[in-house]
Each structure stands twice: as structure tokens, then as C-alpha cells.
T-cell receptor, first 119, second 114 residues
Framework: NAGVMQNPRHLVRRRGQEARLRCSPM?????VYWYRQLPEEGLKFMVY????????ESGMPKERFSAEFPKEGPSILRIQQVVRGDSAAYFC?????????????????FGQGTRLTVV | DAKTTQPPSMDCAEGRAANLPCNHS???????VYWYRQIHSQGPQYIIH???NNETNEMASLIITEDRKSSTLILPHATLRDTAVYYC???????????????FGKGTLLTVNP
């Protein structure tokens, strides 16, 4: 899963600051998925994006969180006015275009995650 | 997706087989059993999945009981690098739908000892 690049690996923010997490998908992949793993909890889906489009944001908190995947450049998960409860590991995965059966089989590649700590 | 139950932790000696159980007694006929693992400080990694039949790949074997209410992931020759949290997930797989909506529980922490 080294092909999906996330940065930074670790991010410390004070309460009220903004956090920007970046995800560069694997080469040739145009779909990006973000997941959050709270401390001592399991991974949960947040948002699914294709280039310049949000396809499914049903797992995103209603406020302060946004995601984008511009035509050029990485996907960005943005958290405004962070609070301590936002401290978590945020993982990104990517898939190639046209794979309707993605996540059915082997092609679920995740990045190494960004660990956000809010102090 | 059906609920799964896994032991919180297990130990295994290096070189021996690791057998990780998962109960999914409410599984329905169109739900698959998936296994992922997460090595410390890394992203989740797909291992194997199955519907009814036993499956084997280069990483592991998956044994699903005939009634499908439980399954076992087998790592035939565990190494220290197999120390990780292993997640069993039961889910419907849609040919064109939201297969990406993964939700993991707490899994089983497998510790492989030298």
C-alpha cells in the first residue's frame, strides 16, 4: 500500500486551529476515500470523492469537516476549528476509474494515515 | 451488515499456525466474510474474503462453517511481522454500489511471539 501517499504522517494542532490532511492516490487512480479511526475504535468511512466531485459524504460530520479532490493535486481533508475529539488517525484509500467492484476483491489499498493530535 | 464477534486478543508462537475465530451468527445469504489486518501505525490491509466455500491465497486461508455462522482465518506459519489487529467484517457486496463503506470493529490483536 506504499502507493497511496498521505502527509503529514503526524500533525499537532491547538484547539481552534485548522488541520489540512493530504492524500495522493496511486498512479492512475481517480477515486479517493477517507476514513477515520478514533482512539480505541474501529475504522469508519467518511467520504468518497472522484476528481472534482464529492460522490458520497454520508460519513462526514456535518460541521467543520470538508473534503476536496481537485483536478490537479492531492485530495485534501480539511478540519476547521479543531477540537480534542477530532484527535484520530485519518486514512485514505484510492481506486482506479471504472471499478464498480472495488472493495469487493483485493484492490483496497490504504495509505499509512495521518495521526492528528489536538492539544 | 451483520454483527461480528472476535476475541480481543490472541497469542501465537512464531512458525506455528495462527487460527483467528469470528462469529457472525446473524449473517444473511448474500453477505460475504472479509478479513483485513492493521499492523501498528499502518493502514488496513486486505487479506481474504469468501461467501460459502473455503478460500486460500498467498497470505492466509479462510474456513467458513457450513451454516456460515462462524469462520476462521488461518495464517499457516505465523511470523513476527504478522503481529497486528485482525478485523472480520461481514457485508453485502454490491456490483455497483457502496462497497467502500467499510466499518471495522475492534478486531483481534494477534501477537506472534518468538
Amino acid at each position: 500500500n506504499a502507493g497511496v501517499m498521505q502527509n503529514p504522517r503526524h500533525l499537532v494542532r491547538r484547539r481552534g486551529q485548522e488541520a489540512r490532511l493530504r492524500c495522493s492516490p496511486m498512479k492512475g487512480h481517480s477515486h479517493v476515500y477517507w476514513y477515520r479511526q478514533l482512539p480505541e475504535e474501529g475504522l469508519k468511512f467518511m467520504v468518497y470523492l472522484q476528481k472534482e466531485n464529492i460522490i458520497d459524504e454520508s460519513g462526514m460530520p456535518k460541521e467543520r469537516f470538508s473534503a476536496e479532490f481537485p483536478k490537479e493535486g492531492p485530495s485534501i481533508l480539511r478540519i476547521q476549528q479543531v477540537v480534542r475529539g477530532d484527535s484520530a488517525a485519518y486514512f485514505c484509500a484510492s481506486s482506479p476509474p471504472g471499478q464498480g467492484n472495488f472493495f469487493m476483491n483485493t484492490e483496497a489499498f490504504f495509505g499509512q494515515g495521518t495521526r492528528l493530535t489536538v492539544v | 451488515d451483520a454483527k461480528t464477534t472476535q476475541p480481543p486478543s490472541m497469542d501465537c508462537a512464531e512458525g506455528r499456525a495462527a487460527n483467528l475465530p469470528c462469529n457472525h451468527s446473524t449473517i444473511s445469504g448474500n453477505e460475504y466474510v472479509y478479513w483485513y489486518r492493521q499492523i501498528h501505525s499502518q493502514g488496513p490491509q486486505y487479506i481474504i474474503h469468501g461467501l460459502k466455500n473455503n478460500e486460500t491465497n498467498e497470505m492466509a486461508s479462510l474456513i467458513i462453517t457450513e451454516d456460515r455462522k462462524s469462520s476462521t482465518l488461518i495464517l499457516p506459519h505465523a511470523t513476527l511481522r504478522d503481529t497486528a489487529v485482525y478485523y472480520c467484517i461481514v457485508r453485502v457486496v454490491h456490483s455497483g454500489g457502496s462497497n467502500y463503506k467499510l466499518t471495522f470493529g475492534k478486531g483481534t490483536l494477534l501477537t506472534v511471539n518468538p
